[in-house]
T-cell receptor
Framework: AQSVTQPDIHITVSEGASLELRCNYS??????LFWYVQSPGQGLQLLLK??????LVQGIKGFEAEFKRSQSSFNLRKPSVHWSDAAEYFC??????????FGQGTRLTINP | SAVISQKPSRDICQRGTSLTIQCQVD?????MFWYRQQPGQSLTLIAT?????????ESGFVIDKFPISRPNLTFSTLTVSNMSPEDSSIYLC????????????FGPGTRLTVT
């Protein structure tokens, strides 16, 4: 069965520092991969997605993610975080009937 | 991307009652989904809302507890029936369309508290 693991429940970084959020998936074939962000009291916003092709994908708000098939990973990165990036981040995998399976989420705190 | 609205945005309900949540999309979409997000948890898919036919439920979710309607391509409702405190969650609808690459777009959610 599909599964998604986000090993880090909570990460704290300083404003201006770089960020990497980890995501590992389990699936029998190359899945569709997504990163979503959920700000407090809000719904989910799609940051970026990977379907095929270039394994480094660019998203909104300065985020990027790299698909590594050999490691079954799809880590999210940002070179310099802003206080407004504080939120919950979810990695998700989807295939077939468009069902999404979400990871447990990583809560990002930004220190001023 | 589609613009999705949900009503109500939040509600506090008594145990044993039912609440119907509405999801409205500003364009016709093929796929609509309902998710539950329990406090501090990730999202779990409840069901896929199929236009013109019964919803398809995921393991652990049943139609008697979470009846769903999908009368057209822009609207769906989810009812949480005979509520208990364990139903306190955020309920989110999402839409997807194969034409835009399988991603899903989410509504703002309905925050439900059952007392």
């Amino acid at each position: 069965a599909q599964s998604v693991t986000q090993p880090d429940i909570h990460i704290t970084v300083s404003e201006g520092a770089s960020l990497e959020l980890r995501c590992n998936y389990s699936y029998g074939a190359t899945p569709y991969l997504f990163w979503y962000v959920q700000s407090p009291g809000q719904g989910l916003q799609l940051l970026l997605k990977y379907f095929s092709g270039d394994t480094l994908v660019q998203g909104i708000k300065g985020f990027e993610a790299e698909f590594k098939r050999s490691q079954s990973s799809f880590n999210l990165r940002k070179p310099s975080v802003h206080w407004s990036d504080a939120a919950e981040y979810f990695c998700a995998v989807g295939k077939g009937a468009q069902k999404l399976v979400f990871g447990q989420g990583t809560r990002l705190t930004i220190n001023p | 991307s589609a613009v999705i609205s949900q009503k109500p945005s939040r509600d506090i309900c008594q145990r044993g009652t039912s609440l119907t949540i509405q999801c409205q999309v500003d364009s016709q979409v093929t796929m609509m989904f309902w998710y539950r997000q329990q406090p501090g948890q990730s999202l779990t898919l409840i069901a896929t809302a199929n236009q013109g036919s019964e919803a398809t439920y995921e393991s652990g979710f049943v139609i008697d507890k979470f009846p769903i309607s999908r009368p057209n391509l822009t609207f769906s409702t989810l009812t949480v029936s005979n509520m208990s405190p364990e139903d306190s969650s955020i309920y989110l609808c999402s839409v997807g369309d194969r034409g835009v690459g399988y991603e899903q777009y989410f509504g703002p959610g309905t925050r439900l508290t059952v007392t």
